[in-house]
């Protein structure tokens, strides 16, 4: 009999219990690693798992003493049932009953202006002439009304290629920070609790929302991460390779063959099934295709020596070759 494709109560529950560890910024490798094998065992623990964190995503605008109130709750040791689900729909309906003008800062992430599926790239060209780029499993609301063009991402990746006008700043803001133009094309992605900006053409200012303000300008290649502690410089990488995505592609330069797993999973309603362990050291460079996460799977297997099979449910497995 197939697989139910719904995650069950306990998987919910059990989705609540990793994001809330993922959430924290002091979690161990060793529970990532754990976590990622958890999300192997069955698709329906890592779609629970995502839906779960975007979920959490929902809730950026807490304060400290509230985030902590959900963590722990999320982590604490009655873990069987529904208990973590339940406290983030309690928090949820307080939030709704206390009324929709109170509660309409967090509530927006549910109904923006432009949100994509898995695996959809959508891309709108703004009233000011600039362009956006949603990748999939994105949600973003725009503003071009005012005196600052202002793009709100809550959830996923979007490329900007902003129309020069020196009197209106061209901004994509996160619960983390900012990104504002100062040329061309960037850009932001927003997962988990930080935001990543990546510079494509010209000039880029990032800013944290910390106090005070933590602000570093960027150029073409640079990229920093922003989260709740300031901004903090990454490794350059190849503009054009960045931006491949909006064509389809995604370009692997060394990169950690689980990496490329988890992106490549973004795209898929069924996300490819992996032994962690067999990934753990493995890199792999090329080019893999975004429309066809089928091809790109046998691509990756061919290029790291694993196997790809179907199992009895239709899912793709990567496994130890034989």
Request: glycine share 8%; hydrophobic share 45%; with cysteine.
């Amino acid at each position: 009999m197939p697989m139910a494709t719904a995650p069950t109560p306990d998987i919910v529950a059990r989705a609540a219990h990793w994001a809330a560890l993922l959430d924290d910024e002091r979690v161990s490798r060793r529970a990532q690693e754990a976590c990622e094998r958890w999300c192997c065992e069955d698709p329906r623990h890592r779609l629970a798992l995502e839906r779960m964190r975007g979920l959490a995503g929902r809730f950026d605008r807490l304060d400290g003493a509230e985030r902590a109130a959900l963590r722990v709750a999320a982590k604490g040791p009655t873990l069987s049932g529904r208990r973590p689900a339940m406290v983030a729909l309690g928090l949820l309906l307080m939030l709704v009953g206390a009324g929709w003008h109170s509660a309409s800062p967090l509530l927006t992430p549910l109904f923006p202006d432009h949100q994509t599926g898995r695996g959809e790239r959508r891309s709108l060209v703004l009233a000011d002439g600039s362009a956006l780029t949603l990748d999939g499993g994105s949600a973003a609301d725009v503003d071009m009304a005012s005196a600052e063009r202002r793009v709100t991402l809550f959830r996923g990746q979007v490329q900007a290629t902003v129309s020069p006008d020196a009197a209106r700043p061209f901004t994509v803001a996160t619960m983390d920070g900012t990104a504002t133009a100062l040329g061309t094309a960037f850009i932001v992605r927003k997962e988990g609790g930080r935001t990543l900006v990546t510079v494509v053409e010209s000039r880029v200012r990032v800013c944290a929302q910390a106090e005070p303000a933590d602000c570093r300008q960027l150029m073409a290649g640079q990229r920093a991460m922003i989260t709740q502690a300031g901004v903090t410089p990454l490794p350059d990488v190849d503009p054009r390779a960045a931006a491949a995505w909006t064509r389809g592609w995604l370009e692997a330069d060394d990169m950690p063959v689980a990496d490329l797993l988890g992106e490549l999973n973004r795209q898929r309603a069924r996300p490819i099934r992996c032994d962690a362990s067999l990934l753990s050291g493995r890199r792999v460079t090329g080019s893999f295709p975004l429309d066809d996460t089928d091809r790109a799977a046998h691509a990756l297997a061919a290029a790291t020596g694993l196997r790809l099979t179907r199992d009895s449910q239709g899912d793709l497995l990567l496994s130890a070759s034989r």
